[in-house]
């Protein structure tokens, strides 16, 4: 009592299909899938965007590091 049977989700997914047809809701199941399928992509490009910008981040410091050494070099080959 209180849960909802196999008997009655049955009469609901009768009903739905009535309503609607086999064919919309075959397109329908396609679109959200075609959805998650984006979502996903979306997500693992980001994840990939990141990843890229953390492995040049110490590339970036390290050649910001190279460049104040020289510099500090010609200021003492200058003075």
């Known amino acids: 009592m209180g849960g909802i049977s196999i008997w009655q ?11 609607f047809g086999t064919k919309k809701l075959r397109n329908l199941g396609g679109d959200l899938g075609g959805a998650v399928k984006g979502f996903k992509k ?31 070099k010609k200021d003492k080959e200058q003075a």
């Open 9 to 19: 989700l049955l009469i609901i997914a009768v009903i739905v299909i009535l309503l």
């Open 42 to 72: 979306a997500m693992n490009d980001e994840d990939a965007k990141k990843d890229a910008d953390f492995e040049q981040e110490p590339k970036n410091l390290e050649q910001q590091k190279s460049e104040a050494a020289t510099e500090n």
